[in-house]
């Protein structure tokens, strides 16, 4: 099983930019997939959710309206578009895969997760 977050970067506050966690191993119908950030000197947070069939999505509330999580199914790739970048975003982004736990679940809590990828950065900066 391996999931690869790639698509971080520099962008000037305000822009956007769309991340990509390509999944191997595992089917995107039995496990949710979720985003997660770690800025410097704080700990790991949810950002966003996508359930196992795709049909919800779960963001964390101060998210909501500027973040989209999506998946493609043929490409068995989930990605999070983020519009309107601030520099609080700074932060190493994560995916990771859970088949047991719900969304709300692991965005509350992502300790002990089934499988995570490598952190891709993300630093929003003038």
């Known amino acids: 099983v391996q999931l690869q977050a790639y698509g971080g970067g520099l962008v000037q506050p305000g822009g956007s930019l769309r991340l990509s966690c390509a999944v191997s191993g595992i089917s995107l119908d039995d496990y949710v997939i979720g985003w997660f950030r770690q800025a410097p000197g704080k700990e790991r947070e949810g950002d966003s959710c996508?359930?196992?069939?795709?049909?919800?999505?779960y963001y964390t509330d101060s998210l909501k309206g500027r973040f989209t999580i999506s998946r493609d199914d043929e490409k068995n790739t989930v990605y999070l578009q983020m519009s309107n970048l601030k520099p609080e975003d700074t932060a190493v982004y994560y995916c990771a895969a859970e088949e047991l736990l719900p969304c709300e679940a692991i965005l509350r809590n992502s300790n002990g997760l089934d499988y995570w990828g490598k952190g891709t950065l993300v630093t929003v900066s003038s």
């Open positions: 996508i359930t196992e069939g795709g049909g919800a999505s």
